[in-house]
């Protein structure tokens, strides 16, 4: 059962645009919502995490939105960068358990 | 100074093979992974030791067998490797299990052929 739905699964964006990549999830009782950066090669690394006290949260460039009554939190990339082309991972998880990773969007910037 | 580092890199062998994958943190975590990534880049868990106890156990073939000798190290054991076994391999370790940044090795690409 997949728990996080994650869209789009490829985005093409112009050096200097916004990228926005969108998350679902379903169980109510997750608590916890980080995004991953991973480059080819390499193991995800954390970017960002919000939990569901705040509606939104920002380091740099990166912005979390989070909807809890919609089920939702989303990752924008202001300004963004061909070195932000990566495959970006939203997560989920609550006390104790294991992150639900989404399926993952591939992030393309072009110069 | 690697935080996690797993071993090797890359693996090919034949099918029915057994193979081992390494795995060792040096962050002091009490809480280590075991990740699977597939061709389309989805990432399961298929394992999470706490203190060298196991405490996540997905529906993962038992020839799978992870252990964990103490708790900076968690290796991989995998029997009888089947085509479908192919995919990189990710160890993670994060500080407690309460939600907590997993922080990833670099991963080991296993091709089975």
């Known amino acids: 059962q997949q728990q996080v739905k994650q869209s789009p699964q490829s985005l093409i964006v112009q050096k200097g645009g916004i990228s926005i990549i969108n998350c679902a999830y379903e169980n109510t009782a997750f608590d916890y919502f980080p995004w991953y950066q991973q480059f080819p090669g390499k193991g995800p690394a954390l970017l960002i995490a919000i939990r569901p006290d705040v509606s939104e949260k920002k380091e740099g460039r990166f912005t979390i939105s989070f909807n809890k009554s919609a089920k939702q939190f989303s990752l924008h990339i202001m300004d963004s960068q061909p070195g932000d082309s990566a495959t970006y991972f939203c997560?989920?998880?609550?006390?104790?358990?294991?992150?639900?990773f989404g399926e993952g969007t591939q992030l393309t910037v072009n110069p | 100074d690697t935080a996690v580092s797993q071993t090797p890199k890359y693996l090919v062998t034949q099918m029915g093979n057994d193979k081992s994958i390494k795995c060792e943190q040096n962050l002091g975590h009490d809480t280590m992974y075991w990740y699977k990534q597939d061709s389309k880049k989805f990432l399961k868990i298929m394992f999470s030791y706490n203190n060298k106890e196991l405490i996540i156990n997905e529906t993962v073939p038992n020839r799978f067998s992870p252990k964990s000798p103490d708790k900076a190290h968690l290796n991989l054991h995998i029997n009888s490797l089947e085509l479908g076994d192919s995919a990189v391999y990710f160890c993670a370790s994060s500080q407690t299990t309460v939600n907590t940044e997993a922080f990833f090795g670099q991963g080991t690409r296993l091709t089975v052929v």
């Open positions: 997560a989920a998880s609550n006390s104790g358990s294991r992150l639900t």
